[in-house]
């Protein structure tokens, strides 16, 4: 009886999606020269929602990419980047045209003009951009580098969720 009642413990914890914040999570970009890629998010209106993301420690940092592609539609891509937490983070940043992630140069003097920051526990920012030609061609193609950080680590490990919105 009592093996019966410790599987079906085990069993419980594995479904409900409990995951261990000390454990790297299936998206961990902890370096900022290999951030890990989410793909790419259509301006046709493209949302995904990465939950459970993991600090694995008190000093991590989490380094992301990905893609926005310009179909044309209603103008130039306008990206929305949520990141929610039950600590103060910090979410930086650094898009560029077309091509490819850019070396990471947010934490440089003089670099503030290329990096957007934002703050709190449900960080937020807004990013609008028109990389050449005019409101409704199809050129504006870009490639954001994301970072995620905690601005007062409380725990040594924690939980996030990050949001992209592309339209």
């Excluded at 890990?36 to 694995?56: A, I």
């Excluded at 306008?78 to 929610?84: K, L, M, R």
């Excluded at 003097?109 to 199809?138: N, Q």
Aim: glycine share 8%; charged share 25%.
């Amino acid at each position: 009886m009592k093996r019966a009642l410790s599987f079906a413990f085990v069993l419980a914890a594995a479904t409900t999606g409990c995951i261990d914040p000390c454990e790297p999570d299936e998206h961990e970009g902890t370096d900022d020269s290999v951030p890990s890629d989410l793909g790419s998010f259509s301006d046709s209106g493209t949302r995904e929602t990465f939950n459970n993301l993991t600090f694995s420690s008190a000093d991590d940092e989490d380094f992301f990419v990905f893609r926005t592609v310009d179909g044309g539609i209603d103008g130039n891509p306008e990206v929305f980047i949520t990141a929610d937490s039950n600590e103060s983070l910090e979410i930086t940043t650094m898009l560029t045209c077309a091509g490819e992630a850019p070396p990471w140069t947010c934490d440089e003097p003089g670099s503030e003009s290329a990096c957007r920051v934002a703050f709190g526990e449900e960080a937020f920012l807004d990013l609008t951009y028109d990389c050449e030609g005019g409101f409704f061609d199809d050129t504006d193609n870009a490639v954001v580098v994301l970072r995620v950080r905690r601005t007062e680590p409380a725990e040594t490990c924690a939980t996030y969720d990050l949001e992209i919105f592309v339209d």
